[in-house]
């Protein structure tokens, strides 16, 4: 097992020993106390997240862990230099899926794989996007195993969600404990956003120079709903549903109160089938009809563009250090998680043999749901998604159960390590750029590795120091 | 052959309709079966054009003052070639592996995986594919007002007759399921003894056999001639459908579509 802060046992890491004199000279109750002040100023500033499938309620907050986790600028350097490399690559094998289709010709990538892939967008095929730059957001997770090596575990290009926590528990602990920050030297994140709206702004058509922004949300239903508001709030752009769209002339319009504004640029935080009801799903009403023209036309700019959803479904993430070679004559900086591919029939059969050693994912599924963590699975979960790989192979991977890191964490009986992850957001407008930092997810209950928000994790501050 | 086509779609609403979108592909494209001579679109307001991911000519119409009803008319002569099946100078870049794709209304349920297993063997073949086709249009005479347009291809199958349409989503999700390309076709016929004619709006469908793509009229029992006048393809009608819309205000709507398809 690694540990963020402990290395031999009893041994602390020496960025950490700061940290750890802190915590060693806190008592107790003014833990206990600090916890329930950061309760309230979250549910003030209503953070909160909507759990699916939770009867206790529709929304509740995220808890917030007041141990930060610590990465040494060394460290962080070699992640940043290895995200941008992927998203690079990413980005340039979205245009070439839907221009010249080099790496399909090369037999890089199999071409039945992507153009049968169901997040494929014909409409994209030959559409020319600025700057040629098809996913704006990327957040990209990655975890430590132990060995002590970082490992990519999955890429998200559709429609990531978690940065307001990483903005959000950042204030907070700057304004719980401001005496730890005179020990350390934390790099700034708060910059987030203005990076967010340059990404965006670069996204507009050609010739426009004071482009006009909006967030479009799906509405308060949406789990991550209080992240779209942030978000348009902290850019200072509007936060817009599909009704206060509309289309005239292949331009988008917002009815605004004095009168009608040309749209630019949207942040959508909207699946493709719902984008336009003229185009994809006809039944969605979450979106706005004649969009797609517009974007074809080259009237508006969309982020993420519309198709990325093929580059970062795990069955295509086998393939990114492929696509790295290919596009860039590069090494990957980081390393992917050995991966079986179950439409494959000698992984699948590899595989079902050792269910209960692995971990097997759904290739479409996120927010860790419809997964199976085989260490940790009864007997007849095991058996259940036997039956359902056996019946749809393609649908799954496989991946050797890490062992995910640990920090140190307050739990009820004090402080104790649990498993954590991150993950950085990577911003691409004429560059990809990233604030130091990123949402390290904390697995909440003893020896759980499932960190997602969705599945009961919480969260802590990431530091990065020089 | 010379065919001149003329269609209008003509939308009443009970009340006046605020604002409406559609997208529009009623123009058809020149290629080596079909030479357009002449076309003109009149709507109510100008369109933008675009071509669509398929490269089918798009048409975008957009109508935000109030209205109580919205006339489309198109109309224009082609030069028809009798040769079937010749390869058509669509979008070169599209592979035919983009026409696997199950879509929403050509998903192969149950039924229809059960109706396809038995054309399996000979199933990449040009016979085997008519065989197909024959068997679909055996199993599904045509009589329109059955179904309706967003009727799923297991649903058509399930309720045991159809239109053109249903017969091509019905070929097109067994021909995917079988491992075969296959995509829509939204058009025209000329139908003689027909002089004007509602079923003049036709749909058949295309399944890549070898190296090329070949036509399917199931409701006729034949491949596309020179009788048939193609306006768009897609994955499914959806995709292809000439006239896709969506309106506020208007309350109840009525639709009349008429086309008149003459030869010259």
């Known amino acids: 097992m690694y540990d963020e802060m402990y290395g031999k046992p009893g041994e602390i890491r020496g960025h950490y020993a700061a940290l750890e004199r802190w915590l060693s000279t806190m008592p107790p109750d003014v833990v206990e106390e600090k916890r329930r002040e950061a309760d309230l100023l979250f549910h003030r500033v209503g953070i909160t997240f909507a759990v699916y499938g939770d009867e206790a309620g529709s929304e509740r907050l995220i808890p917030f862990d007041a141990i930060p986790r610590i990465i040494p600028v060394d460290e962080w350097d070699v992640l940043e230099r290895g995200v941008k490399q992927r998203v690079t690559a990413l980005n340039r094998f979205l245009h070439d899926i839907y221009h010249g289709q080099d790496i399909l010709r090369a037999g890089v990538i199999p071409a039945e794989h992507v153009l049968t892939h169901e997040a494929y967008q014909v409409a994209m095929v030959g559409v020319n996007v600025p700057n040629d730059v098809y996913c704006h957001i990327a957040g990209i997770d990655i975890v430590r195993n132990d060995d002590g090596e970082y490992y990519v575990l999955e890429d998200n290009l559709r429609t990531p969600s978690g940065v307001s926590y990483m903005l959000e528990n950042r204030r907070m602990m700057m304004r719980l404990f401001p005496e730890l920050f005179e020990q350390y030297n934390v790099r700034p994140v708060e910059h987030y956003p203005q990076l967010l709206l340059e990404a965006l702004r670069n996204n507009a058509p050609q010739g426009v120079r004071e482009p006009t922004v909006v967030v479009l949300t799906p509405g308060q239903y949406n789990s991550a709903y209080f992240e779209h508001a942030f978000l348009a709030q902290q850019m200072g752009v509007e936060l817009v549903e599909a009704a206060d769209l509309f289309v005239r002339d292949a331009q988008i319009y917002m009815h605004t109160t004095s009168g009608h504004q040309r749209v630019d640029v949207i942040y959508r935080r909207l699946d493709d089938p719902f984008l336009d009801p003229l185009a994809f799903r006809p039944d969605s009403v979450l979106g706005v009809p004649g969009l797609l023209a517009a974007y074809r036309a080259g009237n508006v700019g969309i982020a993420n563009a519309i198709g990325t959803g093929v580059a970062d479904d795990k069955s295509t993430y086998p393939y990114v250090p492929e696509m790295i070679r290919f596009y860039l004559g590069e090494e990957p900086i980081l390393r992917n998680v050995p991966t079986w591919q179950l439409r494959k029939p000698e992984d699948l059969a590899y595989a079902l043999e050792r269910l209960p050693e692995l971990v097997v994912k759904e290739v479409q599924g996120s927010g860790g749901y419809g997964m199976l963590i085989g260490p940790t699975a009864s007997r007849e979960q095991i058996e259940e998604f036997r039956q359902r790989i056996q019946s749809h192979p393609a649908n799954y991977i496989a991946q050797p159960t890490l062992s995910l890191s640990t920090c140190p964490t307050f739990v009820q009986n004090g402080v104790a390590p649990r498993h954590v992850d991150l993950r950085p957001f990577v911003l691409c407008g004429r560059e990809c750029k990233l604030v130091p930092g990123g949402l390290t997810r904390v697995a909440l209950n003893e020896g759980s590795l499932v960190v997602n928000s969705s599945q009961g994790g919480g969260t802590k501050d990431t530091w990065v120091t020089a | ?264």
């Open chain 2, 1 to 264: 052959m010379r065919i001149s086509i003329d269609h209008t779609t003509h939308y009443t609403y009970e009340h006046p309709v605020r604002y409406s979108t559609q997208y529009l592909r009623l123009v058809p494209r020149t290629s080596h079966r079909q030479r357009v001579l002449e076309w003109r679109l009149d709507t109510p307001a100008r369109p933008l054009e675009l071509s669509d991911g398929y490269g089918n000519i798009l048409h975008v119409l957009t109508i935000d003052k109030p209205v109580e009803e919205i006339v489309i008319r198109s109309s224009g002569v082609v030069e028809t070639s009798s040769a079937v099946d010749e390869q058509y100078d669509d979008e070169p870049r599209l592979s035919p592996l983009l026409f696997l794709r199950p879509t929403a209304l050509t998903y192969a349920d149950a039924a229809l995986v059960e109706f396809a297993e038995q054309f399996r063997r000979r199933a990449g073949t040009l016979t085997g594919l008519r065989d197909i086709a024959g068997a679909i249009l055996g199993r599904l005479p045509f009589q329109p007002g059955v179904t309706e347009v967003h009727s799923t291809a297991g649903e058509a199958f399930a309720a045991g007759n159809g239109v053109c349409q249903d017969h091509a989503h019905v070929f097109i999700a067994c021909c995917r399921y079988l491992g075969i390309p296959a995509r829509y076709v939204s058009g025209y016929i000329y139908s003689a003894g027909h002089v004007e004619s509602a079923v003049a709006s036709h749909a058949w469908a295309e399944a890549w056999v070898v190296d090329r793509w070949r036509s399917f009229d199931i409701t006729n029992g034949r491949p596309a001639g020179a009788h048939h006048i193609r306006l768009a393809i897609g994955a499914d009608y959806l995709e292809a459908s000439p006239v896709r819309g969506v309106r506020t205000g208007g309350g109840m709507e009525s639709l009349s579509a008429h086309a008149v398809v003459t030869p010259q």
